[in-house]
T-cell receptor, first 112, second 112 residues
């Protein structure tokens, strides 16, 4: 059983389109995250949700909108995609602070 | 300004050699974590350290948290090709509301 699963694994789309990435965790964790990893492998937090409540919004353009229907799911919707949005997006979850995060396998987004 | 500095950025060694990777900061962290990431996959948590001076061992890997909780090191003994990967340190600061800040990583290649 996959602990943190995100779909799709690959996403190729044209500039200006709107796309969504889905994430689900079956670990019973209270906190979920979205991270962006750039071409130099630098991982940067975008959003953090705790029990469906937004905790962190790390100066991400408002074209990015996370949605957490319940504490096991955190989806990411992106409007008006730009070339600079191309990256690998990782969903993660953790039980509490200091406990370490479990990551999904990533979604490689390519905007052409 | 990078909060967590990792060094070296790249490391290529022969099987059987020992190595140490460093993670340094001017900030105090309530916990520090080490992850390993392989190509096409998400980071996998190796260890979490929370107490200044703490040392944890995971088979041939030894992790140390600095006394002042500002730095950490990862030492691998008798490296094997299976140790190849991107090693990431990540710190969490007290009151940071679940924000995990990552270093830029050390790309380790162990040649047979």
């Amino acid at each position: 059983d996959t602990a943190v699963s995100q779909t799709p694994k690959y996403l190729v789309t044209q500039m200006g389109n709107d796309k969504s990435i889905k994430c689900e965790q079956n670990l019973g964790h209270d906190t979920m995250y979205w991270y962006k990893q750039d071409s130099k492998k630098f991982l940067k937090i975008m959003f953090s949700y705790n029990n469906k409540e937004l905790i962190i919004n790390e100066t991400v353009p408002n074209r990015f909108s996370p949605k957490s229907p319940d504490k096991a799911h955190l989806n990411l919707h992106i409007n008006s995609l730009e070339l600079g949005d191309s990256a690998v997006y990782f969903c993660a979850s953790s039980q509490s602070q200091g406990q370490g995060a479990f990551f999904g396998q990533g979604t490689r987004l390519t905007v052409v | 300004t990078q909060l967590l500095e990792q060094s070296p950025q790249f490391l290529s060694i022969q099987e059987g050699e020992n190595l140490t990777v460093y993670c340094n900061s001017s900030s105090v962290f309530s916990s520090l974590q080490w992850y390993r990431q392989e190509p096409g996959e998400g980071p996998v948590l190796l260890v979490t350290v929370v107490t200044g001076g703490e040392v944890k061992k995971l088979k041939r890997l030894t992790f140390q948290f600095g006394d002042a909780r500002k730095d950490s090191s990862l030492h691998i003994t008798a490296a094997q090709p299976g140790d190849t990967g991107l090693y990431l340190c990540a710190g969490e600061r007290g009151g940071s509301n679940y924000k995990l800040t990552f270093g830029k990583g050390t790309l380790l290649t162990v040649n047979p």
